[in-house]
């Protein structure tokens, strides 16, 4: 019994901190095609937009991938996609900046 009351209390140190604030991630096209390195727009410009918007970033933008197939051909989209954290009351507003909630990505 005096075990399960230590274990008990061990694993409830272990829960993560409340967050102090909800926050999402969006993500919107690069616009980056293959063959054309620096082709697209660039983190800063994609930050640029979320302001434009009157969101504020959570935090750096990061690259990733849609995840869709592509065939390999110079000139092709490459699926290169931004992704930025926000707090999720911006979303609407990063929305009609032409963002999209991460979980929507098509891949």
């Not at 660039?42 to 302001?51: K, Q």
Request: net charge neutral; charged share 15%; proline share 8%.
């Amino acid at each position: 019994m005096i075990r399960l009351a230590l274990l008990t209390a061990l694993i409830a140190g272990c829960t993560p901190a409340a967050p102090t604030g909800e926050r999402v991630e969006v993500w919107t096209p690069a616009g980056s095609v293959q063959c054309e390195p620096g082709s697209g727009i660039s983190a800063a410009e994609a930050a640029a937009r979320l302001v434009a918007a009157g969101v504020t970033p959570a935090g750096p933008a990061r690259t990733a991938q849609d995840g869709m197939m592509r065939p390999a051909v110079c000139g092709g989209g490459d699926g290169r996609v931004w992704v930025i954290g926000i707090a999720a009351g911006d979303l609407a507003r990063a929305r009609a900046a032409g963002f999209a909630p991460l979980d929507e990505l098509p891949g």
